[in-house]
């Protein structure tokens, strides 16, 4: 069955159709027609090419961290990071990057009444006038290659353009920058294996699967609808009606992973539910996983004295009724 619904609506607001028409909340042709155009230009060469990229941004970073003694990881590196993985990616100029991720982070957790209907429609416009500037002038970046995508002659409309932008721009700043904070934050209350990666960055790649699993910002899917009447434990679920999956209790789940609260470089079960499944698979789940060994193998290496700047659990955390993700994070550098 080919059916489409809106998928991404938030707790009090939706968003527009030219943003909500993503591969996200399309299944079926619609769906396959999409990542195929997108795919074409998400290639695993272009990710490749960006690992050099990738490692001299998050050590650049760590360089510009040296010269303080303290910091707060969030705003000095865990943000930056992907704004400029991402903003290189779609050509996005560099003026542009943080009030996009300021409007993403007000329209998941806002500040005051109002302001998620700013932040969408501020995004919106921002990303109606990016496509229609890479349409004119075109360059080498992801968002052209898009733009110039064709399936048997079927080009992305406009709407799927701005859509697509905005959830490579969304999940490519928002989700990374969590999985960076959430991600050093676990480490530091872990010093053992902590000091197991500073002693052997091969282990990096497996920790930050473990983090994945048990720290990624999501602790809900978008929502879904059944397409028939289903039973799930005794509970009966009609067609259409509204599910919310709990990827944090997936990947929790004490049938599949031993002492699952268990933060455990060493787990040998390293696959979890943090960047989808099946269809809906990540498009960026290799750019988001380089972006994380990147960052955690610049710290670790540049700060042996990385500690919390204050108790753990006076830490501030941002209120959102689906993600769990750190405020700010302040760290002790030396």
């Not at 289903?230 to 009966?236: L, Q, Y």
């Not at 960047?275 to 670790?300: D, M, N, S, T």
Request: proline share 7%; with cysteine; aromatic share 6%.
């Amino acid at each position: 069955m080919d059916k489409t619904h809106s998928g991404t609506g938030y707790k009090g607001f939706s968003l527009p159709p030219a943003l909500d028409a993503n591969l996200l909340n399309l299944d079926g042709e619609s769906h396959l027609r999409l990542r195929r155009l997108v795919s074409r230009a998400f290639t695993a060469r272009r990710i490749g090419l960006m690992r050099q990229h990738i490692k001299q941004a998050a050590e650049r970073l760590t360089e510009d961290l040296s010269r303080a003694t303290t910091c707060d990881l969030v705003q000095t590196f865990a943000v930056p990071l992907p704004l400029v993985v991402i903003g290189d990616l779609l050509d996005v100029p560099a003026k542009d990057r943080r009030p996009f991720a300021d409007w993403v982070s007000h329209m998941f957790a806002p500040d005051y009444p109002g302001q998620v209907a700013e932040s969408v429609e501020a995004i919106h416009s921002f990303l109606v006038h990016l496509v229609a500037d890479r349409r004119r002038t075109p360059g080498s970046d992801l968002l052209s290659a898009l733009v110039a995508a064709r399936d048997n002659g079927d080009a992305l409309t406009e709407d799927e353009l701005v859509s697509l932008a905005f959830l490579l721009l969304m999940a490519g700043v928002e989700n990374v920058q969590h999985i960076i904070s959430n991600g050093v934050h676990t480490l530091l209350l872990h010093p053992q294996q902590l000091n197991d990666l500073r002693d052997d960055h091969t282990l990096i790649p497996h920790a930050v699967e473990e983090l994945l699993r048990l720290v990624h910002p999501n602790q809900l899917a978008i929502r879904r609808f059944p397409t028939e009447p289903v039973r799930i434990a005794g509970t009966d679920i009609p067609a259409g009606d509204t599910v919310m999956l709990g990827l944090a209790a997936a990947n929790r789940d004490p049938e599949r992973y031993p002492d699952p609260d268990r933060f455990d470089i060493y787990r040998t079960d390293k696959t979890h539910l943090a960047l989808g499944h099946g269809p809906h698979f990540c498009l960026g789940a290799a750019l988001a996983r380089l972006e994380a060994e990147a960052a955690i193998k610049a710290l670790v290496s540049r700060f042996p004295g990385l500690r919390h700047a204050v108790p753990a659990d006076q830490l501030h955390w941002r209120a959102s009724f689906r993600s769990h993700a750190l405020k700010e994070l302040p760290l002790t550098l030396s």
